[in-house]
């Protein structure tokens, strides 16, 4: 994955929302209702880009978003951490949480 998960795997949240709940709890804000089919909703990568002060353009797509914030943490994004229809797999939210966790170390 990324390079920056250097938490224990016990600490790995198992599911999508717990991965979403995570990255608010982290950003001390509530966390965003999760969409149709656990799909994770988009205003949690703008909430990260917003509260980091990333920069990144608000029009962006949800797997755009994604990669920019781990890109801007120096981490690399694969390919497996996003899908077909504009999704991020459960390895790209993760790398998400990583990089929120780099950004507030």
Same mark, same amino acid.
């Given at each position: 994955m990324t390079q920056f998960l250097d938490f224990e795997e016990t600490d790995v949240p198992l599911d999508?929302? *717990?991965?979403? #709940? *995570?990255i608010a709890r982290l950003l001390g804000m509530p966390a965003p209702p999760m969409? %149709? !089919?656990? %799909?994770?909703? @988009?205003?949690?990568?703008?909430?990260?880009? #917003?509260? /980091? !002060? /990333?920069? /990144? #353009?608000? @029009?962006?797509?949800?797997p755009e978003l994604a990669r920019g914030i781990v890109e801007a943490s120096g981490a690399t994004w694969d390919p497996d951490f996003e899908s077909r229809g504009a999704t991020v797999t459960k390895p790209g939210l993760l790398a998400v949480l990583a990089a929120v966790r780099f950004y507030l170390a």
């Open positions: 999508k929302k *717990e991965i979403v #709940d *995570e969409s %149709t !089919g656990s %799909t994770e909703p @988009r205003a949690i990568f703008q909430m990260v880009n #917003d509260h /980091l !002060g /990333l920069g /990144l #353009d608000p @029009r962006l797509g949800k």
